[in-house]
T-cell receptor, first 116, second 111 residues
Framework: GAVVSQHPSWVICKSGTSVKIECRSLDFQATTMFWYRQFPKQSLMLMATSNEGSKATYEQGVEKDKFLINHASLTLSTLTVTSAHPEDSSFYIC????????????FGPGTRLTVL | RKEVEQDPGPFNVPEGATVAFNCTYSNSASQSFFWYRQDCRKEPKLLMSVYSSGNEDGRFTAQLNRASQYISLLIRDSKLSDSATYLCVVFGGTGGFKTIFGAGTRLFVKA
C-alpha cells in the first residue's frame, strides 16, 4: 500500500474565512493528486485534479477561484476554501495516484469542514 | 448513462452468506479497475485491483469481463465487519487519465 496524510482532520470556521487543507503522500511521490468532496450519504465527487508544477484541472461546476489548489511538490498538494460559507460544509478527501502501482489511488483520511 | 453504474442496494445479508456485487462501465478504453471499500464517515480504502484473469484475495473474488464491460465482486462467508459501501472504480480511457467512481453499493451483514 501507500500512506497519504491529510491535515487537519476536522475544522470548524466562521462564514467568510478561508480554510487550508494539506494532503501529503508520505512514502511515495505523486505527480497527480485528486481532491474530492462528499456530502452525507452521497458518493465521492471529484472537484479537481492537481498536477505537480502546473495548474489544477477543475471539474465542471467547481469554482477555481473559490477552491484554490496548489501542488508545489511531488508529495504535497493543498486545497484552500476561500470565503467559506455553510454550504461548503462537507467531507473533503484527497488522494494520490501511485503510477508505479497500476495507477491505484490512495486516499487521505479526509477533512471534515463545518462552516458556521 | 453514468460512466460507472452500480446497484446502490442496500444488500442485507446474514453472517456467513455469499454476496455478489456488479458494476458496468461505459468507456471501452478503460485501463484499470478496482474495488474500494468505504466505511461510514471514513475515506475509501483499496480492497483489490481487478484483472481480466480474475483474482482472489481470501474471501473476496473479483472478475472483469472486458467484452461486456462488467466487473464483479464476490464476498464469501460474510462477516459483520464486511458491512460497508463498496465502490467500483475505473481508471483511464479515451477521456484521459481520469478515475471514475461508482456511487457505491451498501452492504449490511447481520448476526
Amino acid at each position: 500500500g501507500a500512506v497519504v496524510s491529510q491535515h487537519p482532520s476536522w475544522v470548524i470556521c466562521k462564514s467568510g474565512t478561508s480554510v487550508k487543507i494539506e494532503c501529503r503522500s508520505l512514502d511515495f511521490q505523486a505527480t497527480t493528486m485528486f481532491w474530492y468532496r462528499q456530502f452525507p450519504k452521497q458518493s465521492l465527487m471529484l472537484m479537481a485534479t492537481s498536477n505537480e508544477g502546473s495548474k489544477a484541472t477543475y471539474e465542471q461546476g467547481v469554482e477555481k477561484d473559490k477552491f484554490l489548489i496548489n501542488h508545489a511538490s511531488l508529495t504535497l498538494s493543498t486545497l484552500t476554501v476561500t470565503s467559506a460559507h455553510p454550504e461548503d460544509s462537507s467531507f473533503y478527501i484527497c488522494s494520490a495516484r501511485k503510477e508505479a502501482q497500476r495507477n491505484e489511488q490512495f486516499f487521505g483520511p479526509g477533512t471534515r469542514l463545518t462552516v458556521l | 448513462r453514468k460512466e460507472v453504474e452500480q446497484d446502490p442496494g442496500p444488500f442485507n445479508v446474514p453472517e456467513g452468506a455469499t454476496v455478489a456485487f456488479n458494476c458496468t462501465y461505459s468507456n471501452s478504453a478503460s485501463q484499470s479497475f478496482f474495488w474500494y471499500r468505504q466505511d461510514c464517515r471514513k475515506e475509501p480504502k483499496l480492497l483489490m485491483s481487478v484483472y481480466s484473469s480474475g483474482n482472489e484475495d481470501g474471501r473476496f473474488t473479483a472478475q472483469l469481463n472486458r467484452a461486456s464491460q462488467y466487473i464483479s465482486l464476490l464476498i464469501r462467508d460474510s462477516k459483520l465487519s464486511d458491512s460497508a459501501t463498496y465502490l467500483c472504480v475505473v481508471f483511464g480511457g479515451t477521456g484521459g487519465f481520469k478515475t471514475i467512481f461508482g456511487a457505491g453499493t451498501r452492504l449490511f451483514v447481520k448476526a
